[in-house]
């Protein structure tokens, strides 16, 4: 397994390790809802909540990795690249290079928005009328998705140079 994998995975874990935690020992009324600067401004009873959250979680996590894994089986069509770089992106030899920036991307982009939510609740236990390290951590994520987001449109806009001539 790639180090991305492990990482996620790992991402997975804390979430999950986050949840049980707020399950046993969480505030009640649980935060459901923080403000950008980290203050809570929604609550809701634990077990809801916190069910809620785990449901959330789970289905993020298997929404982020069943695609990353699927990237190599997406069939042609359904992918969406710029005009320039189509023809390169999608030639059987450079496929499997696309399929690992799809795969990267989206790993990134998981264990991100994963981490965000275990920060999330790990902090509602800490400090449930809320936390400004909370916003430092939703802006963090916003960067992150902003940055990966922003890097794989260069390289899908920029291909290799030296392979374009082949």
């Known amino acids: 397994?790639?180090?991305r994998w492990w990482i996620f995975l790992g991402a997975v874990l804390l979430c999950g390790a986050s949840l049980a935690w707020a399950a046993t020992s969480g505030p009640d009324p649980f935060p459901t809802h923080w403000g950008a600067g980290g203050t809570?401004?929604?609550w809701s009873p634990r077990g809801s909540a916190v069910?809620?959250?785990?449901?959330?979680a789970a289905a993020l996590a298997a929404l982020f990795g069943v695609l990353a894994a699927c990237t190599s089986a997406l069939p042609?069509?359904?992918?969406?690249?710029p005009p320039t770089s189509r023809a390169y992106w999608l030639d059987p030899a450079h496929r499997p290079g696309l399929d690992t920036l799809l795969q990267?991307?989206?790993?990134t982009v998981?264990?991100?928005?994963?981490?965000?939510l275990a920060v999330s609740v790990t902090g509602a236990i800490v400090s449930p009328?809320?936390?400004p390290i909370l916003g430092v951590g939703i802006w963090a994520v916003f960067a992150v998705i902003a940055v990966s987001s922003g890097h794989l449109l260069w390289?899908?806009?920029?291909?290799?140079?030296d392979n374009l001539a082949a």
């Open 1 to 3: 397994m790639r180090p």
């Open 40 to 42: 809570a401004d929604s």
């Open 51 to 56: 069910g809620i959250l785990a449901v959330s």
């Open 76 to 81: 042609d069509g359904l992918i969406n690249l």
């Open 104 to 107: 990267r991307y989206l790993l």
């Open 110 to 116: 998981g264990t991100a928005v994963l981490l965000l």
């Open 129 to 131: 009328e809320g936390n």
């Open 155 to 161: 390289r899908l806009v920029r291909p290799p140079a």
